[in-house]
């Protein structure tokens, strides 16, 4: 626990780089107001005994008014100049906490970005966003408060034992032994409210996905009318989220009674031993003031210690999910040896005995997959939904790799080349079409933004997409929802094969891109696939045959295994699976 939290605040002081001594003016500045707090009260102590109640006080009042004038106006000075370095303080903590702030988050969200497939299927966007915002903002409370605020009781707390030890041992230390007692108390309120943190944080990350699954998944919802179900489960979320919330709140109410009991035990020892003291002469009434205006600054440290354990364990909670995600490694990554190739691929592919397992499954999905396309060739993948299709074309661009075997693009093994360079030259329209929200325009273009309108408008053509386009209200400039609402399932497909083909790929990807279209659009668009301006190896996973047609090679894949491969005449010819899907389709067509 100790080590850990001791990383925690490492991982801090890593991020505060640059700032680290900005911050440290910032927590001198915060143990200096805090000594200046003790001057007043001494100032106090020294008028009251040469002005008020000392023996010579009022020949001192008549011959020494100038002194009193002079203590005064310190007093005054000081007080201003204590004002003047608390301001400044907390904008430097502000500041500080600002930049950190924003640099975490920057390279937080730099490192979501740049995470493997896996990540995304283990995290959930709720939860990440909880990271992102929350949990971040915990980190920012610790550099902006709680830091502070731990410097601040410490120096005060130190500070004033210091200074009544040094006025008083006797009654110093009888008061300060109160302070081991409540030390122990909040050491019971931390191993307490530790875990409820930790939960609390858990809570918020629910109701957060549950939040957000909700409202992207909102059509579903609706479609199955199930919007009372899912305000209950909400509503649920929600719940759970403020009980734990107040539990976590009301833990401090069992500790805290006990370490009020224990911190007012000081003044009434002050009151009794104090006044014996002074009877006996072995303090002033001067010394007694300073006491009894200072023992707040002994109390109040103390006291606030409750709420700094609990600001520090949402951090602590706060920062472990955040530093997840800060220190999380994508394992696919380029090689330390990757081949630096500038030039176009020519856009060969091959897989070699490939197989291939998702480490969360128990069994293989694709058992030893080799075939290989030429440059400028058309494969076409068929096979039952489920047969492992999508897994196969997710290794092209290394979005995962292979358990065994492996798949080589332009005859080099894609774990030698750079992801950047290798995925520059993959054209893929994926399964399921996510358009950002932006315009029909912005879409397109979306993998090279430089593009003018006019090759826009011709992949827009090639994918059959310009007709429909142009007659949306404001053609290319319409914007398109999140996630491309207000458009056809046909329509979103079209666009990702216009976004696909308007990087001029060396390696057209086509995951059932066509499956939502018509017949008729269909055919356009496997035309001008034909006749691409750009030099293409066409990888296309269809159902239809009137897709498949043409390739240059079919690849029927049943149970992860390549059962059939041939052009669509040898296929017809050998009477197997796509014999009979010819069959069932051109029956179905007739
Ligand atoms: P359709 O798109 O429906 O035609 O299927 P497909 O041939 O593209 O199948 P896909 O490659 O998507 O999936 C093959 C098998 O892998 C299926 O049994 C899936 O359940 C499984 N699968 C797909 N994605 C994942 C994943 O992220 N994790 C795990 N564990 N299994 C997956
Ligand atoms: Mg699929």
Known sequence: MKTQQKSKIGWLLENMKGYRALYAVGILGTFLYNVLQLTVPYISSKIVDTFLSGESAAANLASHKDLLYKLIAAMVLLTFFRTTVVYLVCLIMEVVSQKVLYRVRTFLFDKIENQDMKFYSTFRTGDLMTRVTGDLDAV?????????????????????????????????????????????????????????????????????????????????????????????????????????????????????????????????????????????????????????????????????????????????????????????????????????????????????????????????????ITFSVEPGQTVAIMGETGCGKTSLINMIPRFYEPTQGEVLVDGINVNKLKLRQLRKNIGLATQDVLLFSDTIDGNIAYGDSHLSQKEVMKFAKYSAAADFISKMPDGYETIVGERGVGLSGGQKQRISLARALAVKPAILILDDTTSAVDMETEKQIQHSLKNLDFPCTKVIIAQRISTTKSADKILVIQDGRITEEGTHDELVAKGGYYCSLVKLQTGEEE
């Open 140 to 368: 920012r409370h610790m550099i902006a408060w709680v830091l502070r605020a731990i410097i601040e009781s410490f120096s005060l707390f130190i500070a004033t034992a210091v200074y009544f030890i040094y006025m008083d041992w006797l009654l110093a230390l009888s008061m300060l032994i109160i302070a081991p007692f409540i030390f122990i108390i909040i050491r019971l309120f931390r191993d307490k409210v530790g875990p409820r943190h930790k939960l609390l944080r858990e809570k918020h990350a629910q109701m957060n996905t549950a939040a957000q699954e909700n409202i992207s998944g909102n059509r579903v919802v609706k479609a199955f009318a199930r919007e009372d179900y899912e305000i209950e489960k909400f509503d649920e979320c929600n719940k759970d989220y403020a009980e734990t919330n107040q539990k976590t709140a009301m833990t401090w109410l069992t500790y805290f009674p006990y370490v009020e009991t224990f911190a007012n035990l000081m003044p009434l020892v002050l009151l009794l031993l104090g006044g014996i003291f002074i009877i006996n002469g072995r303090i002033t009434m001067g010394d007694y003031v300073a006491f009894s205006g200072l023992i707040w600054a002994l109390q109040n440290p103390m006291r606030m210690m409750g709420n700094i354990m609990n600001e520090f364990q949402r951090f602590s909670a706060a920062s472990e999910k955040v530093m997840e995600i800060y220190y999380s490694e994508p394992t696919i990554v380029d090689a330390p040896d990757a081949i630096d190739k500038t030039e176009r691929f020519e856009g060969k592919i091959e897989f070699k005995n490939v197989s291939f397992q998702y480490e969360d499954a128990n069994l293989p999905v694709l058992h030893d």
